[in-house]
Antibody, heavy 121, light 108 residues
Framework: QLQLQESGPGLVKPSETLSLTCTVS??????????WGWIRQPPGKGLEWIGS???????YYNPSLKSRVTISVDTSKNQFSLKLSSVTAADTAVYYC?????????????WGQGTMVTVSS | AIRMTQSPSSLSASTGDRVTITCRAS??????LAWYQQKPGKAPKLLIY???TLQSGVPSRFSGSGSGTDFTLTISCLQSEDFATYYC??????????FGQGTRLEIK
């Protein structure tokens, strides 16, 4: 059974860079059938897609965050990562990693449990 | 960018009711729409994709319809476990993704 697990600091200072890693277990991140994505949810608010990556390294970002976001993949570790620079309090959110089916559903069919990141000094 | 607008933002209903949630796209997206359910403190769960195809394991009381710009999610007979927040998501511009703002379904 494929599982995803987010990891990283729960507290980041304003103007610094938020860094999170998603570890994929029970399956290969190198499957041609999937992209891998990051989604966030500020407290009490809705879902916001941050970006997605293919195992080859091709990336797609939300235009509203593109200037601050970098998503990378490490196939040897079965992990993909998120970096969000110059964070402010508005970046406080639960961050989810998820698998994006690229064949049939073209939706996020498996999600991590999410990790809360607070931006505060 | 394609914008997704859900209505209503919140909805009160009783167990056994039939409820419908609407999602409207800012431009035509064919049938490239998914629906998710999210319960408090949990990750979203995929319910429906391709506007009307039920994800494996999802109860048949959930159904989706629509194409172009207007879509609906219907729950035919509400169960207690269905009270949650529901999100639509377009993938017409795949792999660029947009979510709706959510509809909170509460117990009356």
């Amino acid at each position: 059974q494929l599982q995803l697990q987010e990891s990283g600091p729960g507290l980041v200072k304003p103007s610094e860079t938020l860094s999170l890693t998603c570890t994929v277990s029970g399956g290969s991140i190198s499957s041609s059938s999937y992209y891998w994505g990051w989604i966030r949810q500020p407290p009490g608010k809705g879902l916001e897609w941050i970006g997605s990556i293919y195992y080859s390294g091709s990336t797609y970002y939300n235009p509203s965050l593109k200037s601050r976001v970098t998503i990378s993949v490490d196939t040897s570790k079965n992990q993909f990562s998120l970096k969000l620079s110059s964070v402010t309090a508005a970046d406080t959110a639960v961050y989810y990693c998820a698998r994006l089916d690229s064949t049939q559903a073209k939706a996020f069919d498996i999600w991590g449990q999410g990790t809360m990141v607070t931006v505060s000094s | 960018a394609i914008r997704m607008t859900q209505s209503p933002s919140s909805l009160s209903a009783s167990t056994g009711d039939r409820v419908t949630i609407t999602c409207r796209a800012s431009q035509g997206i064919s049938s490239y729409l998914a629906w998710y359910q999210q319960k408090p403190g949990k990750a979203p769960k995929l319910l429906i994709y391709a506007a009307s195809t039920l994800q494996s394991g999802v109860p048949s009381r959930f159904s989706g319809s629509g194409s172009g710009t207007d879509f609906t999610l219907t729950i035919s007979c509400l169960q207690s476990e269905d009270f949650a927040t529901y999100y639509c998501q377009q993938y017409y511009s795949y792999p660029l993704i947009t979510f709706g703002q959510g509809t909170r379904l509460e117990i009356k």
